[in-house]
């Protein structure tokens, strides 16, 4: 296949098949936030073969606590509306991506599976890799981070110590179940982990007075802190302004956006210094991308992170995150703690630094119903 003539916003693609298939992937420890636990990850494979042949693949993981969705209400959503929006249609990648936003209302994760699968068939469809068609290049990369998840402040130091030992220079704190437990936490972290430069996710854990008087007291100590990311509840718009306003370590936005909407509000308000964009939380990477340029016009950096989500959902943010020039930050290490790296391709990382493997589409191979199977008991449900 060769690089079409055509411009490839305005390649005319027609969907012949909508698929999903399920998976259960398990994690090599707990992952422990100030919402849930989670020790093994269920998700979903979307798969969208166009006219000709060309299949891409996109996917959606359960995250009840973030987004409300499950396997089962991914299924119905990909099964019924998503679908029927999809399937026979015909249009630019555009106007593709625009059916599955307004399918139904809500089912950010299912939507980003699917709109994520039409992306990947399409820049296949193109044999070109996904970044290119999106601005960017293949052989940019950018330094990871870490996640040391919520736990005893001695499991944390740990978990720390590991990371800098595989080559990590930056660690995300999850934090937010206790101010006093806290400040034992973190103090734990930054002596096992000096040189480290740390990243602190309340997850909406703290109020308003107590998220200023912790933050202001880690600024107090020098900690090597490079933001704190949603210290207080995300319907909390004024009281998150408040704690900017208050304390001068950036304060980064996540479960508070999910559109571009939800960040013009908080740009606005100057409710944060930064925002933490997900796919998951978008329905995909257009209104990832409207999150980015509205962060663009207002001169404010971005993350791109992501749930607890498989190899392809990190695979298809990174290349939306060396793409865009808002993003100057990931958190993309879910990869690190699945205990299986399907499917193959798509990320390189070596010492904490994060690279595109290359090749047409997201660069991985197609996985298979078998790899990361589902339990017997519930594949058709
Ligand atoms: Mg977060």
């Given at each position: 296949?060769?690089?079409?003539?055509?411009?490839?916003?305005?390649?005319?693609?027609?969907?012949?098949?909508?698929?999903?298939?399920?998976?259960?992937?398990?994690?090599?420890?707990?992952?422990?936030?100030?919402?849930?636990?989670?020790?093994?990850?269920?998700?979903?494979?979307?798969?969208?073969?166009?006219?000709?042949?060309?299949?891409?693949?996109?996917?959606?993981?359960?995250?009840?606590?973030?987004?409300?969705?499950?396997?089962?209400?991914?299924?119905?959503?990909?099964?019924?509306?998503?679908?029927?929006?999809?399937?026979?249609?015909?249009?630019?990648?555009?106007?593709?991506?625009?059916?599955?936003?307004?399918?139904?209302?809500?089912?950010?994760?299912?939507?980003?599976?699917?709109?994520?699968?039409?992306?990947?068939?399409?820049?296949?469809?193109?044999?070109?890799?996904?970044?290119?068609?999106?601005?960017?290049?293949?052989?940019?990369?950018?330094?990871?981070?870490m996640t040391v998840s919520l736990e005893e402040p001695a499991t944390m130091a740990q978990?720390?110590?590991?990371?800098?030992?595989?080559?990590?220079?930056?660690?995300?704190?999850?934090?937010?179940?206790?101010?006093?437990?806290?400040?034992?936490?973190?103090?734990?972290?930054?002596?096992?982990?000096?040189?480290?430069?740390?990243?602190?996710?309340?997850?909406?854990?703290?109020?308003?007075?107590?998220?200023?008087?912790?933050?202001?007291?880690?600024?107090?100590?020098?900690?090597?802190?490079?933001?704190?990311?949603?210290?207080?509840?995300?319907?909390?718009?004024?009281?998150?302004?408040?704690?900017?306003?208050?304390?001068?370590?950036?304060?980064?936005?996540?479960?508070?956006?999910?559109?571009?909407?939800?960040?013009?509000?908080?740009?606005?308000?100057?409710?944060?210094?930064?925002?933490?964009?997900?796919?998951?939380?978008?329905?995909?990477?257009?209104?990832?991308?409207?999150?980015?340029?509205?962060?663009?016009?207002?001169?404010?950096?971005?993350?791109?992170?992501?749930?607890?989500?498989?190899?392809?959902?990190?695979?298809?943010?990174?290349?939306?995150?060396?793409?865009?020039?808002?993003?100057?930050?990931?958190?993309?290490?879910?990869?690190?703690?699945?205990?299986?790296?399907?499917?193959?391709?798509?990320?390189?990382?070596?010492?904490?630094?994060?690279?595109?493997?290359?090749?047409?589409?997201?660069?991985?191979?197609?996985?298979?119903?078998?790899?990361?199977?589902?339990?017997?008991?519930?594949?058709?449900?």
């Amino acid at each position: 296949m060769t690089a079409s003539p055509i411009p490839q916003e305005a390649a005319e693609l027609e969907v012949r098949a909508v698929r999903r298939h399920r998976h259960l992937a398990p994690l090599r420890h707990p992952f422990v936030t100030a919402a849930r636990r989670t020790e093994a990850v269920e998700y979903v494979v979307a798969e969208v073969e166009l006219a000709g042949g060309v299949v891409g693949q996109g996917s959606a993981a359960e995250t009840v606590a973030v987004t409300g969705e499950d396997a089962r209400s991914i299924l119905t959503a990909l099964d019924g509306p998503l679908r029927g929006a999809l399937e026979g249609a015909r249009g630019t990648v555009g106007e593709l991506s625009a059916r599955i936003a307004a399918a139904l209302p809500g089912a950010t994760s299912a939507k980003a599976a699917l709109e994520v699968a039409l992306h990947d068939a399409w820049a296949r469809a193109a044999d070109r890799p996904l970044v290119e068609l999106l601005g960017g290049r293949v052989g940019e990369v950018m330094r990871n981070d870490m996640t040391v998840s919520l736990e005893e402040p001695a499991t944390m130091a740990q978990r720390a110590r590991e990371a800098v030992a595989a080559g990590h220079e930056i660690l995300k704190i999850k934090l937010g179940h206790d101010i006093d437990e806290d400040r034992a936490r973190l103090a734990a972290v930054a002596e096992a982990a000096p040189a480290a430069r740390l990243r602190l996710d309340a997850n909406q854990g703290w109020l308003p007075e107590q998220a200023i008087e912790i933050i202001s007291g880690f600024e107090a100590d020098g900690l090597p802190v490079e933001l704190v990311e949603q210290p207080v509840a995300a319907g909390d718009v004024e009281g998150l302004a408040r704690v900017t306003a208050a304390v001068s370590l950036p304060i980064m936005a996540d479960e508070a956006v999910w559109s571009a909407a939800d960040a013009h509000r908080l740009i606005e308000a100057r409710a944060c210094d930064l925002l933490n964009i997900k796919l998951a939380k978008t329905g995909g990477l257009r209104g990832a991308i409207e999150v980015a340029d509205a962060a663009r016009l207002a001169g404010i950096d971005c993350m791109l992170g992501a749930m607890m989500e498989p190899r392809i959902s990190i695979t298809a943010a990174a290349h939306l995150a060396l793409a865009h020039p808002a993003v100057t930050m990931i958190d993309l290490d879910p990869p690190a703690w699945f205990a299986t790296a399907l499917p193959r391709g798509g990320i390189v990382q070596e010492r904490g630094v994060l690279r595109l493997s290359g090749g047409p589409g997201l660069g991985l191979a197609p996985l298979r119903p078998d790899e990361d199977p589902a339990p017997p008991d519930g594949g058709d449900r």
